[in-house]
């Protein structure tokens, strides 16, 4: 599964948020709370083009964890997130339920579904 390639789960704190965005990248990240084993419960899956811990800091106070996945390219992060939804939209409620989007400015397709 897609989601246990990523890193964490990690508590959504202030300090986090400015440990990840001292190194600014593009990634995939998921929100939610943990189970009983420790595991991430998936709420919110985004993404972000550049500074994934800006993006993250968006979200504090919402979600308690969260698990992220640094990626070299905005299109890497782009299909991460479709394979998480995917997997995700499966076996649990997400708070955004629609088809993850692209960037306006680029035409990419979902791996999986094609859309
Ligand atoms: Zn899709």
Redesign the pocket.
């Known amino acids: 599964m897609t989601l246990h390639k990523l890193q964490g789960p990690y508590e959504l704190t202030v300090q986090q948020v400015e440990h990840i965005s001292s190194d600014p990248c593009c990634g995939v990240f998921v929100l939610g709370d943990i189970d009983e084993h420790g595991a991430l419960v998936a709420k919110y899956i985004g993404m972000a083009n550049k500074n994934i811990g800006k993006r993250l800091g968006d979200f504090i106070d919402k979600y308690p964890y969260f698990k992220i996945m640094r990626c070299k390219k905005p299109y890497d992060a782009f299909e991460k997130q479709?394979k998480i939804?995917?997997e995700c939209s499966l076996f649990s409620k997400l708070d955004n339920p629609m088809?993850p989007t692209h960037p306006e400015e680029e035409s990419w397709i979902?791996p999986?579904?094609?859309?």
């Open positions: 479709c939804y995917h088809h979902c999986v579904c094609g859309k």
